[in-house]
């Protein structure tokens, strides 16, 4: 669980984990126009659609059993690219991959 109200840093492991986990993330801020803003619960940040990220590694509390919840808080204003666009991804060599998402435009 990451709480997303400190802010839009590029720090190694900036988002801290909530959990016991320790899937500390950092954010890959292509052109720098990530910004921290107002949401439902306290801050968010608003990626702008354009490859930015946060990256927390590939800890082994990730990789999710035969039964698990992906969820997330999302407002989307706009989404018009064509194919797959990820809010949670996880790939990974021998079929354990998860995503979750947008395809063409549609949850």
Same mark, same amino acid.
């Given at each position: 669980?990451?709480?997303l +109200? &400190?802010? *839009?840093? @590029?720090?190694? &492991?900036?988002?801290?984990d909530? @959990?016991s986990?320790?899937?500390?993330g @950092?954010l @890959? &801020? =292509?052109? +720098?126009d990530?910004?921290?803003?107002?949401s439902? =619960?306290y801050?968010?940040l608003?990626?702008q659609? *354009?490859?930015?990220r =946060?990256?927390?590694g590939?800890?082994?509390?990730?990789?999710?059993?035969?039964t698990?919840?992906?969820?997330?808080?999302?407002?989307v204003t706009?989404?018009?690219?064509p194919?797959?666009?990820?809010? =949670?991804?996880? *790939?990974?060599?021998? +079929?354990?991959?998860?995503?979750?998402?947008?395809?063409n +435009?549609?949850?």
């Amino acid at each position: 669980m990451w709480h997303l +109200g &400190d802010g *839009d840093s @590029t720090a190694s &492991d900036y988002y801290k984990d909530s @959990t016991s986990n320790n899937n500390d993330g @950092t954010l @890959t &801020d =292509i052109d +720098g126009d990530v910004e921290s803003i107002s949401s439902q =619960i306290y801050k968010g940040l608003d990626f702008q659609g *354009d490859n930015d990220r =946060i990256n927390v590694g590939n800890g082994s509390s990730l990789n999710l059993g035969a039964t698990f919840t992906l969820s997330g808080w999302v407002n989307v204003t706009s989404h018009n690219n064509p194919g797959y666009q990820f809010l =949670i991804s996880k *790939d990974a060599v021998g +079929g354990d991959s998860y995503d979750l998402g947008f395809k063409n +435009g549609a949850p």
